[in-house]
């Protein structure tokens, strides 16, 4: 709908959308005037960094999510290269402990420094504890099997995946590294 409308809120729901002055049950309502403004569903921003656990020097779960509020994000999914890594159901739901991101974003393979494995996490378990997705997010996939397996393995128990597309053995730092 693009159009100059009047919407009536009530307990935080929209419950009437009418032409402007054309509200019946706006009696007594406080009126905000949104001249100018868009009205809009809640966005969703599917790449954010919260940096917490670890990093809470750079930026907070409180503050991040503060931020994405106030910019009318009412979701977001919070990257998996925290400090620790969030690859485990434990630190998934630490980041959706109440105040916290409400999405949360777990690794896709259980090593993330130091690159040793390739082994998948558990998915199942981590859809569980509350992710939504599986990110290569900071270091990104380069083996096609592995690319092959991730989708393979989230698509089974309904999770996304959140490629982090670049290829680093042609980007040699060339773009950014992300700490
Ligand atoms: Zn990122």
Redesign the pocket.
């Known amino acids: 709908m693009d159009a100059l409308k009047d919407i009536l809120l009530k307990d935080g729901r929209v419950a009437e959308i009418a032409a402007p002055g054309k509200l019946k049950s706006a009696n007594g309502a406080e009126v905000l005037d949104a001249t100018g403004l868009t009205v809009a569903p809640g966005l969703v921003d599917i790449?954010?960094?919260l940096r917490e656990p670890g990093q809470g020097y750079k930026e907070t779960i409180a503050t991040g999510t503060a931020a994405a509020a106030a910019g009318g994000f009412t979701s977001v999914a919070a990257?998996p290269?925290t400090k620790p890594v969030n690859d485990s159901p434990e630190i998934t739901r630490w980041m959706q402990a109440p105040n916290a991101a409400r999405l949360c974003v777990s690794f896709h393979r259980r090593r993330y420094a130091r690159f040793k494995s390739d082994a998948l996490n558990d998915y199942a378990a981590l859809k569980s504890a509350g992710a939504v997705a599986v990110?290569d997010?900071?270091l990104p996939i380069l083996k096609d099997s592995v690319m092959r397996e991730t989708l393979a393995a989230a698509a089974r128990v309904g999770l996304s995946v959140i490629q982090?597309a670049e290829d680093t053995r042609m980007t040699h730092g060339a773009g950014w590294t992300?700490a």
């Open positions: 790449h954010v960094h990257m290269n990110s997010d900071g982090h992300e």
